[in-house]
């Protein structure tokens, strides 16, 4: 069979990569999606193995050491990181898979997968950003302010992937993303 794809959405946190996502699936239930490792704490209602493998700080570092991840990063104070094997497993089969992951993460998959189509999610505005990260009501107020921090230094890196497209009205983001990945 011929084989798959990597399709790599980055972006601020809040900006609605997860939004995009489930969307996405929901259309194209065809996609594999990837499910990260993090050492962050469940949220209300994450399940192990649907939202994220929940591992401790221990369990992440084993599975650095022993090249188990694709890629990984630090991000506002845990690791966060894409388990290697699903991934090639599903894409020698052939499949789309995305991955759904923070910045330096998404460049440094260019190293193993040249071929990855690297989208870059953004916002119409800082402020709306912000909006959107409050109004999830998932973090404390300094998770909140350690985000922001991120999503500065995130988006003047934007040019570097191989395509923007802004998350303003969301069936309009999804139509661009659905032509980024299908027709493009
Ligand atoms: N186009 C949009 N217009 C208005 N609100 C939106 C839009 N897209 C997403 N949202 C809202 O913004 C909030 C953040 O979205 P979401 O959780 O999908 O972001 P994210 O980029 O996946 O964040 P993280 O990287 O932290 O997982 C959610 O409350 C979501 O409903
Ligand atoms: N580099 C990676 N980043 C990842 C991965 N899985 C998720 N993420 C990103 O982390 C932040 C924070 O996520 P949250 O669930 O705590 O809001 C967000 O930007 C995610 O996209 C991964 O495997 N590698």
Redesign the pocket.
């Known amino acids: 069979m011929a084989s798959g794809k990597l399709i790599v959405l980055t ?10 996502v489930r969307a996405l699936l929901n259309r194209h239930p065809q996609l594999y999606l990837s499910i990260s490792a993090t050492t962050r704490s469940p949220r209300q209602g994450e399940v192990e193995g649907n939202d994220y493998y929940f591992l401790s700080k221990s369990a992440f570092e084993s599975m650095i050491e022993q090249d188990q991840l694709l890629e990984w990063a630090e991000y506002a104070g845990n690791y966060y990181g894409t388990p290697r094997a699903k991934v090639e497993e599903k894409i020698n089969q052939g499949l789309l898979v995305l991955l ?1 992951i ?1 910045v330096i993460g998404a460049k440094a998959i260019k190293n193993s997968f040249p071929d990855a189509l690297r989208i870059f ?1 953004l916002p119409p505005s800082i402020e709306e950003l912000e909006y ?2 409050r ?2 009501k998932t973090d404390s107020e300094a998770a909140i302010l350690r ?1 922001l921090d991120r999503a500065k230094e995130e988006l003047a890196v934007s040019d570097e992937f191989d395509k923007c497209i802004i ?4 069936e309009i ?1 999804l139509t661009q993303l659905e032509k980024a990945i299908f027709s493009d």
Do not use: F, H, M, Y
């Not at 972006?11 to 995009?20: A, D, F, N, Y």
């Not at 998350?167 to 969301?170: A, E, F, P, T």
């Open positions: 972006g601020p946190s809040g900006v609605g990569k997860g939004t995009l759904e923070e999610i959107r990260l109004s999830r985000r998350n303003d009205d969301l983001a």
